[in-house]
């Protein structure tokens, strides 16, 4: 996996969109850390690729909430409804 600052975004433009459609995932740094995973969808379905990546999310939102259960013993309503929200605020 290739991995591009935002600043190359600006500057190396065709690199990474060569790199995107040979290896098919690019991901993008902002200040050293991942901040966005680019995906060649190529001739694919955007839908399907969209709501793959939705429930990629949501699965790891609900295993969050999981292990914050599983150390507490329980998750508040509260708790619970601010961790789907969190969820729905990253689509």
Same mark, same amino acid.
Request: glycine share 8%.
């Given at each position: ?19 995107? !459609?040979? +290896?098919?995932?690019?991901? $993008? ?7 966005a995973l680019l995906f060649d969808?190529? +001739?694919? +379905?955007?839908?399907e690729t969209l709501k793959a990546?939705?429930? =990629?999310? =949501? ?10 259960? =599983? !150390?507490?013993?329980?998750?508040? +309503?509260?708790?619970?409804?601010? !961790? $789907?929200? =969190? ?5």
């Open positions: 996996m290739n991995f591009y600052s935002v600043r190359d975004l600006r500057t190396t433009q065709k690199a990474i969109w060569e790199k995107l !459609e040979q +290896d098919g995932e690019v991901v $993008i740094t902002n200040n050293g850390k991942p901040s969808i190529g +001739d694919g +379905d955007l839908e990546v939705r429930q =990629a999310k =949501a699965m790891m939102a609900f295993n969050s909430m999981r292990g914050k259960a =599983a !150390e507490k013993g329980y998750m508040s +309503d509260e708790e619970i409804e601010a !961790e $789907i929200a =969190a969820a729905r605020q990253e689509e």
